[in-house]
T-cell receptor, first 114, second 118 residues
Framework: RKEVEQDPGPFNVPEGATVAFNCTYS??????FFWYRQDCRKEPKLLMS???SGNEDGRFTAQLNRASQYISLLIRDSKLSDSATYLC???????????????FGQGTILTVHP | GAVVSQHPSRVICKSGTSVKIECRSL??????MFWYRQFPKQSLMLMAT?????????EQGVEKDKFLINHASLTLSTLTVTSAHPEDSSFYIC??????????????FGPGTRLTVL
């Protein structure tokens, strides 16, 4: 089983649509959770951290369910510029050599069309 | 702030040669830098964790003698792919953690180096 699993998509949605991505992780001791965005042939960029209470940043809402080991990202009112690959990322810090290690999901491809 | 650069951005080399990739934190000190590799249509896979002044920690399956990492200062880490082969062709990305940052989990990524081995 992969440590972080995502539906690879692709998701093709029209502008203005609401789209949701899901992610599950296998290590119940994982401590920090993030969504990154990666554009084609570019480095990943942090979109938002994910907190247990859920958090929102403009059109983006992230949720974390520790009991189910499940993370979600909701994008409302999609824009053309939202087209990218969205990476679910988990941190498990065991100290020592595992300090700060990030584990990436394979990414979910989103295409927003006019 | 928190800018990480990589050089070169793209390199094409012949099989059997060695290639060095530099990763620099431009406006902060990074005690820890990470090296990732990304094959087409796949996600980033951590290759190794580099700590300033000490030996790198390699992930399982990554050959330390093939992928030499040096983190000689708080702003520079290098990855050398020795005796490169076509299967080493990939997108290599580094990231760095800001030593002075309160949110120690955030990593800042470099723009990546696309390596093609002929």
């Amino acid at each position: 089983r992969k440590e972080v699993e995502q539906d690879p998509g692709p998701f093709n949605v029209p502008e203005g649509a609401t789209v949701a991505f899901n992610c599950t992780y296998s290590n119940s001791a994982s401590q920090s959770f993030f969504w990154y965005r990666q554009d084609c042939r570019k480095e990943p960029k942090l979109l938002m951290s994910v907190y247990s209470s859920g958090n929102e940043d403009g059109r983006f809402t992230a949720q974390l369910n520790r009991a189910s080991q499940y993370i979600s990202l909701l994008i409302r009112d999609s824009k053309l510029s939202d087209s990218a690959t969205y990476l679910c990322v988990v941190n498990f810090d065991a100290g020592g050599t595992s300090y700060g290690k990030l584990t990436f999901g394979q990414g979910t491809i989103l295409t927003v069309h006019p | 702030g928190a800018v990480v650069s990589q050089h070169p951005s793209r390199v094409i080399c012949k099989s059997g040669t060695s290639v060095k990739i530099e990763c620099r934190s431009l406006d902060f000190q990074a005690t820890t830098m990470f090296w990732y590799r990304q094959f087409p249509k796949q996600s980033l896979m951590l290759m190794a964790t580099s700590n300033e002044g000490s030996k790198a920690t390699y992930e399982q399956g990554v050959e330390k003698d093939k992928f030499l990492i040096n983190h000689a200062s708080l702003t520079l880490s290098t990855l050398t792919v020795t005796s490169a082969h076509p299967e080493d062709s990939s997108f290599y990305i580094c990231s760095a953690r800001d030593r002075g940052q309160s949110s120690y989990n955030e990593q800042f990524f470099g723009p990546g180096t696309r390596l093609t081995v002929l």
